[in-house]
């Protein structure tokens, strides 16, 4: 369960599903700073893992699992329609999330920084989308689910 962890261990580890029932992943398995966290068919490969790493007050980090590198909105930009990637772990504000809960058993993931959500853009469930950050407005498209 990510409530109340504190470090990281196989229970932290998560595919992280949308609502068109893709997963994040990391493009062929990337270990490169800046590549892109997409949706794609879930398919249980390591890139599609990330470990929600709590940092304290409410907020986590998300490490991609095959890479160790963290989610990311680069440069710590605040305006919505922002491509996410994967960057090295640094501490900085954006590269932390806090986790809502919603009905449904689905979770809302809003950036520290800008406040605002982890989006597929127009709800779309095409393969290869990269996820953007984007104006919490309680649509579908910002509804993710953590399978362990």
């Given at each position: 369960m990510v409530s109340g962890a504190t470090t990281a261990s196989a229970a932290d580890i998560f595919q992280v599903v949308t609502g068109s029932d893709k997963?994040?992943?990391v493009p062929n398995g990337s270990k490169a700073n800046n590549a892109p966290i997409n949706q794609f068919q879930c398919d249980g490969s390591a890139e599609q893992?990330?470990?929600f790493r709590d940092i304290g007050g409410g907020f986590f980090n998300i490490v991609a699992a095959h890479s160790g590198l963290c989610v990311d909105v680069p440069n710590g930009q605040t305006g919505n329609n922002i491509p996410?990637?994967?960057f090295q772990c640094d501490g900085s504000p954006e590269q932390q999330f806090e986790v809502v809960y919603g009905g449904g058993g689905f979770v809302n993931i809003i950036a520290r920084h800008s406040g605002k959500?982890?989006?597929v853009p127009n709800?779309?469930?095409?393969?290869?989308?990269q996820l953007i950050q984007f104006a919490c407005d309680g649509s579908a498209a910002q509804q993710f689910y953590l399978n362990e």
């Open positions: 997963c994040w992943d893992k990330f470990v996410v990637n994967q959500c982890l989006d709800g779309s469930a095409a393969d290869n989308l």
